[in-house]
């Protein structure tokens, strides 16, 4: 069965840190472009931070940029998400997504939720005082 598990949400207080994981089982990840994307109560899911199957492209919403960072571990078979200088409005379910054929922009992956083909399912990251 093909899966993707996301873990390393929790509560933070603003300007805290969270690592997110997304590992994979049924499936090697090698070949895939993974996502991550979040979705706020009452607001439509919305592309975070991308990163092709090399791990060598990666993309970022603007709202994140400089503060997350992307990367991979084909060898565990794992994507994370680092989260630094969390704000109120990063509070969202965070969800990994795997695609096998991601169109790029300007040569990074984009974070179209249609493009991507299995996804799991998400972890609660909720920033607070």
Known sequence: QLQLVESGGGLVQ???SLRLSCAASGFTLDYYAIGW????????RVGVSCISSSG??????????GRFTIS???AKNAVYLQMNSLKPEDTAVYY???GRYITTVQGMCNMLGLEYDYWGQGTQVTVSS
């Open 96 to 98: 990994c997504a795997a």
């Open 72 to 74: 991979r571990d084909n």
């Open 56 to 65: 060598g492209s990666t993309n970022y919403a603007d709202s994140v940029k």
């Open 14 to 16: 603003p300007g805290g």
């Open 37 to 44: 994307f979040r979705q706020a109560p009452g607001k439509e």
